[in-house]
């Protein structure tokens, strides 16, 4: 089975796409470093922001015919064809796909509401295609939408970025207590929290180490954390030119940091002793 992996959190500007469009090439980069045959990873924008897209492809221009919002809105038996179809390669790799958003995606959430079967309309063509695929990655919009319910019902494995200010954290209970809803409430046994990035850590900051170590020591939390994510302008640059961090800038300290969550999950999910990304 793929895994699908989400990275979910219902606050905003907490590097969420970063994080989404950076692991995605990074596990490409690492399963080819592995030999694996088919190191393809679809990565999945479900914002209607389209920011991991435009990332990813430089384009904005994904509309009716051709993004997510066209799966969402294709009759069932069509719907796998429909995603198929609307996959494109991305300026990153060849291997690193992309099935783009469309600031349509909104509309979409208005129509489908209450409809039978809505949230799983990624999940189920997604289960048609995903065969192709070494790992798929899922980045959401910051809310509890319909469309965050369909990407988590959608992923194997969850991902929670988080940044160390006291009431994000706090939050995170929150998204932690999302997840199992839809573990339970909707029987998605499979999903579960892999874990927990700290993103623009800054280590000058006191408030920032207090709550680092206070989430390291949390009982539930503190076996979560996977990694640190430094605070670094090298990650706004690199989203200006449309790059990974890890072509902007493989020695940028954030390059560093998703290179060893890559390693991390790579070994989690594949069991690989090791990657480069
Ligand atoms: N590690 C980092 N260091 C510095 N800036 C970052 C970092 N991660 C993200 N950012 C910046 O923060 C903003 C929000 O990041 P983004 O990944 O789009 O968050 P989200 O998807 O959660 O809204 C962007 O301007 C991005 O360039
Ligand atoms: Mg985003």
Not at 120 to 139: G, K, M, T, W
Not at 150 to 179: C, N, W
């Amino acid at each position: 089975m793929t895994q699908s992996i989400v990275l979910t959190n219902h606050k905003g500007g907490i590097g969420k796409t970063t994080s989404a469009t950076n692991i995605a090439f990074g596990l490409v980069a690492a399963l080819r470093h592995y030999g694996a045959a088919h190191p393809l990873v679809l990565l999945i924008d479900t914002d209607s922001q389209g920011h991991a897209s435009l990332a990813t492809t430089g384009r904005r221009d994904f509309g009716a015919d051709n993004s997510l919002y066209t799966v969402l809105m294709a009759e069932r038996k069509d719907a796998a064809q429909a995603m198929a179809d609307c996959i494109v390669q991305s300026t990153w790799d060849a291997d690193l796909h992309v099935l783009p958003a469309s600031p349509m995606l909104e509309g979409a959430e208005r129509e489908l509401m209450g409809v039978a079967g809505a949230p799983f309309r990624i999940a189920e063509p997604l289960s048609r295609i995903a065969s192709h695929y070494a790992a798929v990655v899922i980045d959401t919009r910051p809310s509890f939408s319909l469309l965050t319910e369909m990407g988590l019902l959608a992923a194997t494995d969850a991902i929670i970025p988080v940044e160390p200010r006291y009431l994000e954290t706090v939050g995170l209970l929150s998204v932690m207590q999302k997840i199992s809803d839809i573990r339970e409430g909707w029987r998605h046994p499979i999903l579960r929290v892999r874990g927990i990035l700290v993103t623009k850590m800054d280590s000058r900051v006191r408030g920032h180490n207090q709550l680092l170590g206070e989430l390291k020591a949390h009982s539930v939390l503190g076996g979560l954390l996977r990694g640190v994510v430094p605070q670094n302008e090298a990650v706004s640059y690199s989203h200006h030119h449309h790059l990974s961090i890890f072509h902007y800038e493989p020695k940028a300290a954030a390059a560093k940091a998703y290179g060893h969550i890559v390693d991390g999950l790579v070994r989690q999910l594949f069991g690989r002793k090791e990657a480069g990304a």
